[in-house]
């Protein structure tokens, strides 16, 4: 039986009934740390199997590695290659569930792989042939072998010297961060309650188990104990600050789990690479992947894998990383884009798990799968995987929950045909590559419509009204939220941003009556544009 979708009409966010519901005295079913996609899907998941259950963000919503991703819905063609053939089905039987629940904000992408070695089309397209078949009557479309001018026509800024042809298949691309906000507003339709900018501070214990958890507002400094039945750690590369916590209130040591690798985008023009189809090279110079994908009017190029020490909230991107994907990028195109044609330079951390047992492996060694452990206090840490599998990672958490009885069994697969807020059913869609735009509101469109400055344009897309609509049904509360999550203009054209900040906050300021930090926004946004030293 297919869920019911979410109301047309859209829950207001106000921090005061935000912050009222949180400072009741209830004991909620699931208290999550972390709102990311792992927090946000286990939320989603949680609420429509009928749990209460409460999210706090210390930062924004997808403020972290979810808004950070290369921005495909993919079921792993890398993992493919190295054999593991459950997590690449897993993963394309998560896509087709994805694009099917929010087909506003995910849709199918063609790529192109160009061959420049005679060996190259058939090997590579008899493995993606091979990914068709995984697919089965979940594939977007049929692998194809092209020929050289088929390639070109498809890629018309390819390098030519030396084309021999090309392969052709299909995955899927999305709006991370707005996708992130699909998963929390639909999570609050279903009764869930979530607050960002209200961090956790500590957790509670009672006879040596997790029976909640202490938090407080970033605004107000209120604080607020929050018990719980069952407490999740989804705060991703910081997962293990929370379980040194719970260890250290039971006296036990615990190692961390995660060892954080950064990958780094490169944002220009179009014009480097024209058209609807994103390229794939699947083996550059050093043996990585590149990607040229075409994304919400600009082309996005990345991305790397390189170990990290520290946990930045705002990673930086290293030389050697930048002058890579500038490199490769100009063995594959005819013209290269160069420093100074970057409109945003960002670098997204990955969880990555470490082996139980061992140290210092390279990040490329380490599980690209997502890790769920329940500590002896019973604290449910869930961290690894990828966007395209964040329903599955919630449906393997509730697992662990229900098997270490810290809640109830109740029916699963409640979310497989489940809708998100927005979700339209039928029509021509405009393609998640074109320009930001009323169409990625989904159904939400004639609402936000409906709102003063419907028509007044402030650049690159954004309007008054979806300054308004980001305050009053998007949990916005900073110039940061709007420009970086709800619109994704620092993503595409950090001067552009910075540009748009003055104005972005007078509407905020409007709305919310709360400092819209404006000044440090321009400060973050210098930082996208910043090359490194």
Partial sequence: MKAKPPSDTPLPTRRGDLLAALGEARTWDIAIVGGGATGLGVALDAAARGYSVVLVESHDFAKGTSSRATKLVHGGVRYLAQGDIALVREALHERTTLLHNAPHLAQPLPFVMPSYKMWETPFYGMGLKMYDALAGKAGLGDTEFLNRQQTLALLPTARPDGLKGGVKYWDGQFDDARLALALARTAATRGALLVNYCGATGLLHADGKVAGLQCRDDESGRTFELKARCVVNAAGVWVDELRQQDGQAIGRAVRNMVAPSQGVHVVVDREFLPGDHALMV????????????????????????????????????????????????????????????????????????????????????LSREHTVLVSRSGLVTVTGGKWTTYRAMAEDVLEKCFNRRLLERTRSGVTTNLPLVGASTGGKRTPISAAPGPHLYGTEAAVLESLPGARRQLGGGLTEAMVRFAARHEYARRVEDVLARRHRMLFLDARRAGELSAEVAAILQEETGADPEAAAFRELAAQYTHLPD
Avoid: M
């Fill in 282 to 365: 699947p083996k550059t110079a050093d043996g990585r992947v590149l990607f040229g994908v075409p994304w919400l009017g600009k082309l996005i190029l990345g991305t790397t894998d390189t170990p990290r020490g520290d946990l930045p909230r705002e990673p930086r991107p290293f030389r050697e990383e930048l002058a890579f994907i500038l490199s490769e990028s100009a063995r594959y195109l005819v013209k290269g884009p160069k420093a100074a044609d970057i409109r945003s330079l960002w670098v997204g951390l990955r969880p990555l798990v470490k082996p139980q047992g061992e140290e210092g492996e390279e990040t490329k060694a």
